[in-house]
């Protein structure tokens, strides 16, 4: 909005011309999330605990650890939405539509989320929205959003999925570009969640996530950097990189109300909206690929899952002692603390190893 307002008279006034230079916006975007999380983060969560006498339902057979967190309040990602979408907002170009239908699929994943968390609430046990509901309203969601980026990208590659580490390597899917994508979101979206289950565990993935698709963001909107790098050009997804800012500006806001012990969840309210974004942002970069491998965490935890079901299903037995992945340390007896820091460190090599696929090509 104040690109919008201000950059016109960047010329008359010197002080306005800083609204043209995006990083300078971004890290507006950073600050003003962060601070608005530290302004609105105690009032939200002395309201969720005046709204929720019993707080988040804990799972019955989940580690005995975890027992002393009741009464803890959950939908504590409005936090982050709230801070995130004002942030962005205030800061970006709203004549950019990958900006607005980035903020179509993280907001209407959260209110799926928000949906999810309330009925877990008010049936006080931990099903919530049916499963096949959600994942309905997820794929109509990322139907929209999908189709209209497809429109936005450029002709050449709008219905394309990028190789890493191959030079102008592209798989044109043509119209089942519209699947791929969706299962991009929603994976992204769902394996999110599925991490969110230990104080602080999924939040700092998340940022650092988001700030690696901060710089690709970057990265691809700009045509020298672009092909000096041999990645996919795609104008305008430059924008993108003001809320992945503002994503990481939130979660470090959110973090310090979430740090052992916690004084509030997320909830799917936080993790269902930030795991889409970030998909929404691969697929508009066309660095769906990449997702994979800098969100590796998330994959790992969302395959210890499957495999536990499938093999249960088809042996009897259970591969780990408890899943998502994260539970099954738990049981073998480290401390959620342990659990929390060596996932961070997982997340944070990952991260770099799906950054040098920039360069290496």
Same mark, same amino acid.
């Given at each position: ?5 201000? =950059? ?5 006034? $010197?002080?306005?011309?800083? +609204? ?22 105690? *009032?939200?969560? *002395? /309201? ?10 804990? *799972? ?14 959950? !939908? ?17 170009? $709203?004549?950019?539509?990958?900006? /607005?239908? @980035? ?32 994942? $309905?309203?997820? #794929? ?14 450029? %002709? ?5 999925? =990028?190789? %890493?580490?191959?030079?102008?390597? #592209? ?11 969706? +299962? ?17 565990? @999924? ?28 990645? %996919? ?14 994503? +990481? &500006? ?5 973090? /310090? #109300?979430?740090?052992?012990? @916690?004084? +509030? ?10 795991? &889409?974004?970030?998909? @929404? ?10 997702? =994979? ?30 899943? %998502? ?18 996932? /961070?460190?997982?997340? !944070?090599?990952? =991260? ?10």
């Amino acid at each position: 909005m104040l690109y919008n307002l201000l =950059a016109p008279y960047a010329g008359d006034f $010197l002080l306005f011309n800083l +609204v043209r230079y995006l990083t300078f916006r971004t890290g507006c975007a950073v600050l003003t999330s962060l601070i608005l999380c530290f302004i609105i983060g105690p *009032r939200m969560i *002395r /309201w969720l605990r005046s709204k929720q006498a019993e707080g988040q339902p804990i *799972r019955t057979d989940g580690p005995e650890s975890h027992f002393k967190k009741a009464g803890t309040p959950t !939908m504590g990602g409005l936090m982050i939405l709230i801070s995130v979408t004002i942030s962005t907002l205030l800061w970006t170009d $709203l004549s950019n539509p990958f900006m /607005w239908y @980035a903020l179509l699929v993280m907001i209407g994943f959260g209110a799926i989320g928000f949906m999810d968390d309330y009925l877990k609430l008010t049936k006080k046990n931990t099903k919530g929205l049916p499963g096949k509901m959600k994942l $309905l309203i997820q #794929f109509v969601i990322g139907s929209v959003a999908t189709i209209g980026i497809m429109h936005s990208l450029p %002709p050449d590659i709008s219905s394309h999925v =990028a190789i %890493p580490f191959f030079k102008h390597f #592209f798989i044109n899917l043509s119209w089942f570009f519209i699947p791929w994508a969706l +299962v991009v979101m929603i994976g992204a979206s769902n394996a999110v969640n599925l991490t969110d289950g230990l104080d602080g565990l @999924a939040i700092v993935p998340v940022a650092i996530v988001a700030s690696c698709f901060g710089l690709i963001t970057y990265l691809v909107g700009n045509a020298n950097f672009s092909n000096y790098l041999q990645i %996919p050009f795609v104008p305008g997804t430059g924008e993108l990189a003001i809320l992945c800012g503002a994503l +990481v &500006g939130a979660s470090m806001g959110f973090l /310090w #109300f979430n740090a052992p012990p @916690a004084m +509030v969840f997320m909830g799917d309210t936080g993790s269902l909206a930030m795991g &889409g974004v970030l998909g @929404a942002i691969a697929v508009m970069t066309k660095h769906e690929l990449v997702l =994979a491998i800098i969100g590796g965490l998330f994959v790992l935890e969302t395959v210890s899952v499957i495999v536990q079901v499938v093999s249960f299903k088809l042996t009897g037995k259970r591969v780990f002692k408890m899943a %998502p992945l994260h539970h099954h340390y738990e049981k073998k007896g480290w401390a959620e603390s342990t659990v929390v820091i060596r996932f /961070w460190i997982i997340a !944070m090599i990952l =991260a770099l190893i799906g950054l040098s696929t920039l360069k290496l090509r």
